[in-house]
């Protein structure tokens, strides 16, 4: 079995507030930490009152001080969001604080809306066109300074801190490959070009000072539980979450409720939808579907998600996927 990571969106539940849920977060990276997970990742969204992650590298500086060993990243930074010498100060900061476990994968979607998107940036100038370039500039701003170089990231400059680049389409594959750099691939939301957007990027794959060989992460939805009755019940809050968000009604993330005639499962789970890849399940359920999903598409890691309504709920969910790796890895 390849090694699991978690990717939270630190979702603020109905009810509930931001400080609960970046709390929720900290204590579920503790949780991953102690059972082995390899990166505890956090995503950046604005305007989204079901999310808490907006400001990424401060939420990753908190779920920090409560963990040891666990990598830390992002999942990412919206790139087009920010100067690209802001996001190496930050996670050279990062990087400085904990060193040798910080990540930043970095994305060209804005992570909101447009007229969202306009008020982080002022204007729309550049945006994700300016992707390939800012990402360079980030590149350039993290390795060892050039001699007389003007402008350096203090923090940041030769950190060196690992970037990834994120992606749902043959654009973000091309680029990972072009610059030689690892790839996380949005599967557990956009699973549709998922095969093609694994092999062009390992067909396509340049060595660099990055890694001499590609390294393909996919993000699952994976909601596990004591049975599969209980499972999908729990899955129903990001189901319900999914369908609000295509309706542009996103909000909290609600409780979840009986799926009666399979409605949400119609809406969500048909072949190509968002949620088509998820695997929900008991143990045995989930021991299945991690498998074949991992035989089925050979990543090099696999980084699990799942926005579960009840916080020990999510925990017991990672024990039990955690708990399939172990026994793919005794089983090999």
């Known amino acids: 079995m390849v090694p699991l990571s978690v990717l939270d969106l630190s979702p603020i539940v109905q009810g509930g507030g931001p400080g609960q849920s970046l709390r929720a977060s900290r204590a579920l990276a503790r949780a991953a930490e102690g059972l082995g997970y390899?990166?505890?990742?956090?995503?950046?969204?604005?305007?989204?009152?079901?999310?808490?992650?907006?400001?990424?590298?401060?939420?990753?500086?908190?779920?920090?001080?409560?963990t040891s060993t666990i990598r830390l990243g992002a999942g990412g930074v919206m790139l087009p969001n920010h100067a690209p010498l802001i996001i190496a100060e930050?996670?050279?900061?990062?990087?400085a604080i904990y060193p040798g476990r910080i990540d930043l994968g970095v994305g060209r979607a804005p992570g909101t809306d447009q007229l969202t998107a306009r008020a982080l940036r002022r204007n729309l100038a550049g945006g994700v066109d300016q992707f390939p370039q800012d990402v360079m500039e980030l590149l350039a701003f993290l390795q060892d300074?050039?001699?007389?170089?003007?402008?350096?990231?203090?923090?940041?400059?030769?950190s060196k801190v690992p970037v990834w680049v994120l992606g749902s389409s043959l654009f973000g594959a091309q680029l990972?490959?072009?610059?030689?750099?690892?790839?996380?691939?949005?599967?557990h939301f956009a699973p549709q070009m998922l095969d093609e957007a694994a092999?062009?990027?390992?067909?396509?794959?340049t060595p660099s000072q990055f890694g001499e060989r590609p390294y393909l992460m996919l993000g699952l939805n994976l909601v596990a539980a004591d049975t599969d009755e209980e499972a999908r019940f729990l899955f129903t809050s990001l189901q319900q979450a999914f369908i609000n968000l295509h309706r542009g009604q996103p909000g909290p993330l609600p409780p979840p409720r009986e799926d009666v005639d399979g409605v949400l499962a119609a809406a969500t789970t048909a072949p190509g939808s968002p949620l088509s890849k998820a695997v929900v399940g008991g143990p045995e359920t989930v021991r299945a579907g991690l498998a074949a999903f991992v035989?089925?598409?050979?990543?090099?890691?696999?980084?699990?998600?799942?926005?579960?309504?009840?916080?020990?709920k999510r925990v017991r969910s990672l024990e039990i996927a955690a708990q399939a790796r172990d026994a793919a890895a005794v089983a090999a």
């Open 145 to 158: 300074p050039q001699p007389g170089q003007a402008i350096r990231a203090v923090p940041g400059s030769g």
């Open 176 to 187: 990972a490959a072009a610059l030689g750099l690892p790839f996380a691939f949005a599967s």
């Open 199 to 205: 092999a062009v990027y390992r067909a396509q794959f």
């Open 90 to 95: 930050q996670f050279g900061t990062l990087e």
């Open 295 to 312: 035989a089925r598409h050979a990543p090099d890691e696999v980084i699990v998600t799942a926005q579960i309504f009840d916080q020990a």
């Open 38 to 66: 390899k990166r505890y990742w956090l995503a950046e969204h604005h305007n989204m009152t079901g999310i808490a992650s907006a400001a990424t590298a401060v939420a990753l500086a908190y779920v920090g001080e409560g």
